[in-house]
């Protein structure tokens, strides 16, 4: 019994076409992935700058609000700056802000801090890490607007005695 000619055909052709085809759709995806990044990035960019005086000035607040929490008369006043404190800081993080406030002992990072003080140390290990935090900064999109003031360590060699 003979196949019939179209089971027996050369399938070559359609093959190719496939794979081109699947070239096609690849490349389109591709594509279609870039210009979606490229929205985002873009919409994120326009979103932080727009949003930078905003977040300028939610961070005076928020800083001041810190102060008179710090000085406040009674603890209901401290209270209340410093829950006054906590919503202004997630309306800083909600529009791109982030609050710089290294941790003691941290490494120094002149980009996002500026020293306000210098604290000498004989420990070597210590030189150049932070020892407390004056004032908190502000980055936004990765920028810093506003340093951290901190007060750093730096490492003195004890004198040598002459014996």
């Known amino acids: 019994m003979t196949e ?3 089971a027996t055909g ?3 052709p359609i093959t190719e076409r496939i794979d081109d085809l699947a070239r096609v759709i690849a490349r389109q995806a591709a594509t279609i992935e870039r210009l979606a990044d490229d929205a985002k990035a873009r919409a994120q960019r326009e979103r932080a700058g727009a949003d930078v005086p905003l977040v ?3 961070f ?3 800083d001041e609000a810190r102060t008179l929490a710090a000085t ?3 603890d209901t006043e401290r209270a209340a700056f410093e829950t006054f ?3 202004l800081e997630r309306l ?3 529009r791109g802000g982030q609050l710089v406030e290294p941790k003691p002992g941290s490494a120094f990072d002149a980009i996002t801090m500026e020293a306000a003080d210098v604290l000498p140390t004989g420990d070597p290990a210590a030189d150049r890490t932070v020892h407390s935090v004056v004032q908190s900064g502000l980055t936004i999109a990765d920028r810093s607007v506003r340093p951290a003031k901190v007060v750093v360590h730096r490492h003195k060699p004890a004198p040598k005695s002459d014996e």
Request: a negative charge; aromatic letters at 10%.
């Open 56 to 58: 300028v000035e939610l």
């Open 92 to 94: 800083l993080v909600g």
């Open 85 to 87: 404190a906590n919503r």
């Open 60 to 62: 005076a607040l928020f």
């Open 72 to 74: 406040a008369g009674s």
């Open 10 to 12: 050369n399938f070559d």
């Open 4 to 6: 019939p000619a179209a």
